[in-house]
DNA sequence: AACGCGGGGTA
DNA sequence: TACCCAGCGTT
């Protein structure tokens, strides 16, 4: 293992410098608005879920706030954030806040896990973030970082290994609050420098210790196979979801023409096997519902 | 371990 | 066009 304090203070002093100014890591941000943040900034990038962060914290300051507020106007809330489903897990987690926590948001990793829709990396981002707490926090942004300054590989592999977590909890600095600063840090430079496509190399400050340059940057092991888009049922499903948010209802007959009507297909047609396995998966995610005749918001 | 799940910005 | 993004829950 490299000399670790090194690189603590090199990538420390170089988020003090260099790392956002965003809402959610100002003093004055509450636990409950750094949980909100990180559960919109699940595969959303930063400039998009900023405003939308704004104004939810501006209307449901606190868990208890949201957890009464009517589910379609959360719904019509998270906008085009994507991944809708995340929004109706926010509202379930408040829920479960005030009934179990006293409306407040838990500092311990644990507690954390067990809400619906915080996994590993939120309840330690939670914890290290909102509460000071040294968990090891390791997003996809802190996963490049390693693969590429410890092991000297182009990207990580798709899913999060064994031999991932150990290195992550070694690299942790021992101090408290340094442990916590290097979460942040660390996160910041794959956000800003290490980036997937084109990293800045000579903006970063542990260019000299990085493995992957004395390695002379070579390709990633694998190839990625992006998400496909066009026709999926995503793309389905959003189309449904972006006209539900416009609309208070519409009528199950006229939904095809309506949602085509809007252009977010684009020239995909679906068949009538593909509207009845969206419009019932958006019911049982419980994302619509339905009466005789319309489909609206929960 | 692999898959489904939104949507938009960027190279 | 393809890839990427502060992942999670299910199979």
């Known amino acids: 293992m490299m000399n670790t304090t090194a690189l603590h203070h090199k990538i420390t002093r170089w988020f003090d410098h260099h790392g956002r100014d965003l809402p959610w890591r100002r003093p004055d941000c509450s636990p409950w608005g750094v949980l909100v943040s990180e ?12 405003p939308v962060w704004t104004e939810w914290m501006h209307r449901w300051p606190t868990p208890a706030d949201l957890a009464q507020a009517p589910t379609a106007e959360v719904l019509r809330a ?13 509202q379930s987690t408040a829920t479960a806040l005030v009934e179990r926590f006293h409306g407040t948001v838990p500092a311990d990793p644990a507690q954390l896990r067990s809400l619906p829709g915080i996994g590993d990396y939120t309840a330690a981002a939670v914890s290290s973030f909102a509460f000071g707490i040294p968990e090891t926090v390791i997003d996809t942004n802190i996963r490049r970082v390693h693969a590429r300054l410890v092991n000297g590989k182009g990207l990580p592999h798709t ?25 942040k840090a660390v996160m910041e430079l794959g956000a800003l420098v290490c980036t997937a496509r084109s ?10 210790e990085c493995a992957w340059i004395a390695a002379g940057k070579p390709d990633p092991d694998y190839q990625p196979t992006g998400q496909a888009w066009h026709g999926t049922d995503r793309q389905l499903r959003g189309a449904i ?12 007959a006229e939904l095809r023409s309506a949602v085509t009507a809007t252009g977010k297909l684009g020239t995909h047609r679906p068949n009538d096997s593909q509207w009845e396995r969206c419009v019932s998966g958006l019911l049982h995610d419980g994302l619509i519902v339905a009466t005789k005749q319309h489909l609206t918001l929960p």
């Open 39 to 50: 559960v919109m900034l699940q595969q959303t990038p930063v400039v998009r879920v900023l």
């Open 78 to 90: 998270w906008g085009n954030l994507g991944y809708p489903r995340r929004a109706l897990r926010l």
């Open 159 to 183: 899913s999060l290994t064994a031999a991932e977590k150990r290195l992550a909890q070694q690299l942790m600095p021992d101090d408290t609050s340094t442990a916590n600063q290097w979460n």
């Open 199 to 208: 990293p800045s190399c000579a903006a970063c400050p542990v260019l000299s």
């Open 241 to 252: 979801m972006g006209l539900l948010r416009a609309r208070d209802s519409v009528d199950r």
